[in-house]
T-cell receptor, first 114, second 116 residues
Framework: NAGVTQTPKFRILKIGQSMTLQCTQDMNHNYMYWYRQDPGMGLKLIYYSVGAGITDKGEVPNGYNVSRSTTEDFPLRLELAAPSQTSVYFC?????????????FGPGTRLTVT | AQSVSQHNHHVILSEAASLELGCNYSYGGTVNLFWYVQYPGQHLQLLLKYFSGDPLVKGIKGFEAEFIKSKFSFNLRKPSVQWSDTAEYFCAVKFRMNTGFQKLVFGTGTRLLVSP
């Protein structure tokens, strides 16, 4: 298993541009998550999905959109990039069973908006 | 609101020193607790987790953590650190929201630097 993969690894955007961060997992996990990591702030949940076709907002969803057309893929869309969206973005997925669980993280995408 | 606090933002230790990183959370209900580690340039990896049972949990690479319910704490420990333990450490707590969704809340992280 490749686990959780993300592309691209790095990206520089100009203000107002748009882009899609890709996330794919091959573990047949229903649950998937997008986080952003800012220095000294820990990880904040942007959006999550409990299965194909079902998504919901996390703590910091403004400026982002997601879709989940398949179990494997959970892309994150930035429509009008702003400097405040400069961050490292992590995608994660978790096992389907209930109770305590572990989230598996991708390698991250470092995004700079100038 | 549920929150997770890590009071040590930066820790510098010499090799073979003992380590204890604090983690406190603000929720009186049932929780699951995790410590993740992020080595330089890498993604987050699970060090250990607590679901129930023995409050002293052993993880990978000689790390352990103790869940003290009365103190809402889940401190991470290692008796003797190595240079390769240099990393950022995140405490995370799983809360169940009113909607039924189980949310993982992360602390702000502790950067550990181990000098050889």
């Amino acid at each position: 298993n490749a686990g959780v993969t993300q592309t691209p690894k790095f990206r520089i955007l100009k203000i107002g541009q748009s882009m899609t961060l890709q996330c794919t997992q091959d573990m047949n996990h229903n649950y998937m998550y997008w986080y952003r990591q800012d220095p000294g702030m820990g990880l904040k949940l942007i959006y999550y999905s409990v299965g194909a076709g079902i998504t919901d907002k996390g703590e910091v969803p403004n400026g982002y959109n997601v879709s989940r057309s398949t179990t494997e893929d959970f892309p994150l869309r930035l429509e009008l990039a702003a400097p405040s969206q400069t961050s490292v973005y992590f995608c994660a997925s978790r096992e389907n069973r209930g109770g305590g669980y572990e989230q598996y993280f991708g390698p991250g995408t470092r995004l700079t908006v100038t | 609101a549920q929150s997770v606090s890590q009071h040590n933002h930066h820790v510098i230790l010499s090799e073979a020193a003992s380590l204890e990183l604090g983690c406190n959370y603000s929720y009186g209900g049932t929780v699951n607790l995790f410590w993740y580690v992020q080595y330089p340039g890498q993604h987050l990896q699970l060090l250990l987790k607590y679901f129930s049972g023995d409050p002293l949990v052993k993880g990978i690479k000689g790390f352990e953590a103790e869940f003290i319910k009365s103190k809402f704490s889940f401190n991470l420990r290692k008796p003797s650190v190595q240079w390769s333990d240099t990393a950022e450490y995140f405490c995370a707590v799983k809360f169940r929201m009113n909607t039924g969704f189980q949310k993982l809340v992360f602390g702000t992280g502790t950067r550990l630097l181990v000098s050889p």
